[in-house]
C-alpha cells in the first residue's frame, strides 16, 4: 500500500513569498494520477492540480505542480492572502489499482 | 454545474450504523466517465479515504474500513449512500461525497459541503 508523506507539516510565510511543498510517496506513483488540494477552515478541499502539473479550472497561475515517480512537488509562486491554507496531495490507482491515498497535508500559514 | 449535498443525523449512538446519502444535482450520476466517493475528516485531521461506487454497482473500499462500510447507488434517485457499521467515537468525523473522474487522471473535482457526523450516547 502507498504511503504519501508531505512535508513540511507547516510552511511559515508572509505574502508575496514563494511556497514550495513536498509529496513523497513510498512506492512510484503514476504522475498521470497524482493531485493537489487546498482546504480552508470550514469548507470542503478544492482541486487545485491533477495528472502531478494540469492546474484545475479556475486555478490561478500562481500555483504549479511538479514531479514524478515518488517525488511531487507544489508551488506557490508569490503567496496571495487567501492562499493561507491546508493542501493535501492524493494518489489513484497504484498499488493496488483503483485506491485513493491521500497525503497527510501541509498548513500554509501566515509568519 | 454538478453539485453534490451530503445529509443525514448528526449525532449516532455507538455500536449504531452511521448512514448518509449524497444528492447529486445539476448532472447524472449514471454518467461512466464517474465515479461517487466518501471522504472523511476527524476534526483537526486530515483526510480519509472511504470508498467508492461507480453507477453499475461496481465498489472500492479502503482495507481498513472495509468490514464495516457499504456505499451503494441509487440512479432513480441520482443519490448515493454510506452506511458504516459499528460506529465509535472514532467515527466522529466530517463526512464529505465527491465525484472522481473514472479515469483517475482529473481527481476529484466536485466535493459536498460535508456533513459532521459526531458518535455519541
Known amino acids: 500500500e502507498i504511503v504519501l508523506t508531505q512535508s513540511p507539516g507547516t510552511l511559515s510565510l508572509s505574502p508575496g513569498e514563494r511556497a514550495t511543498l513536498s509529496c513523497r510517496a513510498s512506492q512510484s506513483v503514476s504522475s498521470s494520477y497524482l493531485a493537489w488540494y487546498q482546504q480552508k477552515p470550514g469548507q470542503a478541499p478544492r482541486l487545485l492540480i491533477y495528472g502531478a502539473s494540469s492546474r484545475a479550472t479556475g486555478i490561478p497561475d500562481r500555483f504549479s505542480g511538479s514531479g514524478s515517480g515518488t517525488d511531487f512537488t507544489l508551488t506557490i509562486s508569490r503567496l496571495e492572502p487567501e492562499d493561507f491554507a491546508v493542501y493535501y496531495c492524493q494518489q489513484y490507482g497504484s498499488s493496488p489499482p483503483e485506491r485513493l491515498t491521500f497525503g497527510g497535508g501541509t498548513k500554509v500559514e501566515i509568519k | 454545474q454538478v453539485q453534490l449535498q451530503e445529509s443525514g443525523p448528526g449525532l449516532v449512538k455507538p455500536s449504531q450504523t452511521l448512514s448518509l446519502t449524497c444528492t447529486v444535482s445539476g448532472g447524472s450520476i449514471s454518467s461512466g466517465d464517474y465515479y461517487w466517493s466518501w471522504i472523511r475528516q476527524p476534526p483537526g485531521k486530515g483526510l480519509e479515504w ?30 448515493f449512500s454510506l452506511k458504516l457499521s459499528s460506529v465509535t467515537a472514532a467515527d466522529t468525523a466530517v463526512y464529505y461525497c465527491a ?21 455519541s450516547s
Open chain 2, 50 to 79: 472511504i470508498g467508492y461506487i461507480y453507477y453499475s454497482g461496481s465498489t472500492y473500499y479502503n482495507p481498513s474500513l472495509k468490514s464495516r462500510v457499504t456505499i451503494s447507488v441509487d440512479t432513480s434517485k441520482n443519490q
Open chain 2, 99 to 119: 465525484r472522481g473522474d473514472s479515469s483517475g487522471y482529473y481527481g476529484l473535482d466536485t466535493w459536498g459541503q460535508g456533513t459532521l457526523v459526531t458518535v
